[in-house]
Nanobody, 121 residues
Framework: QVQLVESGGGLVQAGGSLRLSCAAS????????MGWYHQAPGKQRELVAA???????NYADSVKGRFTISRDNGKKMVYLQMNSLKPEDTAVYYC???????????????WGKGTLVTVSS
């Protein structure tokens, strides 16, 4: 069983910073792209940032220059450093990873349960 567990959410004032972490565990042969999504109340889940196994990154326009995604392949972790936070960044943040469990399995999409980030004005 593969699990993704997020941590690091919380309440922060506008202009502040938070660092989210996500740890993958279980039977894992290979982790391909890892990413962070967010979902605000009443809105659809959206991609915030993604990072490939080769460390290529992709960001939503709304977070470019403020957020940085990184990963530690040895620890099977992905991080999201969020700076200059705005009230509109308030959402539940979900970790996502494309994971191949064994050498004979196809890679599948896995999701964490989410961590709440609240930015007060």
């Amino acid at each position: 069983q593969v699990q993704l567990v997020e941590s690091g959410g919380g309440l922060v004032q506008a202009g502040g910073s938070l660092r989210l972490s996500c740890a993958a565990s279980g039977i894992i042969f290979r982790i391909n792209t890892m990413g962070w999504y967010h979902q605000a109340p009443g809105k659809q889940r959206e991609l915030v940032a993604a990072i490939t196994s080769g460390d290529s990154t992709n960001y939503a326009d709304s977070v470019k220059g403020r957020f940085t995604i990184s990963r530690d392949n040895g620890k099977k972790m992905v991080y999201l450093q969020m700076n200059s936070l705005k009230p509109e960044d308030t959402a539940v943040y979900y970790c996502n990873a494309d994971i191949q469990r064994t050498i004979i399995d196809r890679a599948m999409d896995y999701w964490g349960k989410g961590t709440l980030v609240t930015v007060s004005s």
